[in-house]
């Protein structure tokens, strides 16, 4: 059974830094492409960032110079690093792997 565990949400002000993590359980995490989504309420899930199996990486304009993605295929775990993270970051990050989703990890951005 495929499992995608993300964390590493939580309450951050703004200008502040989180790393949110996606652990994957029953699948060979190198082989495949990852993909950060969000949602924000009341909005429809929006792509965030991809990195392809052979390491290369797409991330959407809106954060550009400010979320990094990455993975470790040693620990089958992806990585979506936030830094100055903006009230419009807010909403609940989700990774997806070929058509497997995780159950999401809520990112609050408020002062």
């Known amino acids: 059974q495929v499992q995608l565990v993300e964390s590493g949400g939580g309450l951050v002000q703004p200008g502040g830094s989180l790393r949110l993590s996606c652990a994957a359980n029953g699948i060979i995490l190198r082989i495949y492409a990852i993909n950060w989504y969000r949602q924000a309420p009341g909005k429809q899930r929006e792509w965030v960032a991809g990195i392809a199996s052979g390491g290369m990486i797409s991330v959407v304009e809106s954060v550009k110079e400010r979320f990094t993605i990455s993975r470790d295929n040693a620990k089958n775990t992806a990585y979506l690093q936030m830094d100055s993270l903006k009230f419009e970051d807010t909403a609940v990050y989700y990774c997806?792997?070929?058509?497997?989703w995780g159950q999401g990890t809520q990112v609050t951005v408020s002062s």
């Open positions: 997806k792997v070929a058509n497997w």
